[in-house]
């Protein structure tokens, strides 16, 4: 209570999402900095230490001072799962929520803003259902599980990269058990948990794609090779899901051999592009999603008043 007798407000999440490049962790930080908040992460591959500069993970001095959570909490032989994810940073949120502090999500993941913010059960799995799949994710490798996937569960397919074997593999061992698509194992779509607002950023096509093409050529000019090559001597190749991430899998591959340098630069674009259309298509289907115009002059006033209404 207020000393005059009021009650204190009790502050509510905001989550920033929307596709790689866009600009999501500059409105975060203005947000955090307006709303008294700290950041909590929701990038996958940001949770891994060392792996800085192919993520676009900002620097100690570009947070602003602002508390960072779910940043730099695996090692690269670690598998990062959605369920690891959603238990850890409900704590965090809860925290911040019980200290009046806001939360400020922001990323791009898609099936981990669907975990936290929906509160999603995941289904059992079964050993020998999922050494099934490993083994033929083995055999006939990862694109060509993929397009398994895809006829069985064209929705979980687009949302899972075809370059995600993990992933690819744990959504066939769920569509077998449960004889459901994916998706069916998620909660319905509803109030978003703690009552979170959720706005979402995205630009015109031409622009993003000029966005991640400058980003991507930074990335490799600024160090992503040396970068790779030190986390490849603790374990790189080894993990599972880290070695899978976009810009790592193919420098990886150029420092074996595969190709040169020029075309895993042309190959993470690619990537990049092919990630950003699944990331877009997903987040379309969400109607509780306000969208704004990252490309606004004004964009963190508009977040704002939007939060206001």
């Known amino acids: 209570m207020t000393g005059g007798g009021l009650p204190v407000p009790v502050p509510v999440p905001v989550a920033v999402v929307g596709p790689t490049a866009v ?10 900095e307006a709303l008294d908040g700290e950041i ?32 730099d909490v695996l090692d690269v032989t670690e598998v990062a799962t959605v369920a690891r994810y959603q238990a850890a940073a409900t704590r965090d949120i809860e925290e911040l929520l019980s ?3 806001t939360p400020v999500i922001v990323g791009g993941s898609m099936l981990y803003i669907q975990g936290l913010l929906d509160d999603w059960q ?3 799995t079964d050993p020998q259902v999922r050494a099934r799949y490993e083994e033929m994710l083995a055999q006939i490798g990862v694109a060509a599980l993929h397009r398994k996937l895809a006829e069985v569960d064209p929705a979980a397919a687009e949302a899972i990269l075809d370059t995600d074997g993990r992933r690819i593999v744990r959504a066939l061992e769920v569509v077998e058990l449960t004889g459901e698509p994916f998706a069916a194992s998620a ?29 991507t050529a930074a990335m490799f000019a600024d160090g992503l090779v040396d970068e790779v090559a030190g986390l490849a001597e603790n374990g790189l ?16 591959a150029a420092l074996d051999g595969e190709y040169d340098l020029d075309r895993a630069v042309e190959l993470t674009v690619i990537g990049t592009r092919r990630y950003v259309r699944r990331q877009r298509s997903w987040f379309r289907r969400d109607h509780r ?5 990252a490309a606004a ?12 209404r």
């Open 40 to 71: 909590v992460n929701i990038d996958a591959m940001q949770q891994y230490r060392g792996m800085d500069i192919g993520t676009a993970k900002l620097t100690v001095v570009q947070r602003r001072g602002i508390t960072h959570h779910q940043i």
């Open 237 to 252: 190749r080894e993990g599972r899901t880290a070695r899978r991430a976009i810009g790592y899998a193919q420098t990886l």
């Open 122 to 124: 995941f289904p059992a």
């Open 23 to 32: 600009g999501k962790s500059d409105l975060a930080l203005d947000l955090a």
């Open 297 to 308: 002059a004004d964009l963190t006033d508009r977040a704002l008043a939007t939060l206001d």
């Open 289 to 293: 999603i306000v969208w704004l115009d």
């Open 187 to 215: 909660p319905k779509i509803g109030e978003p948990r703690w009552g979170t607002r959720i706005l979402a950023l995205d630009r015109e096509t031409a622009d993003l794609d000029e966005r991640i093409v400058a980003r």
């Open 99 to 101: 200290a009046g502090r």
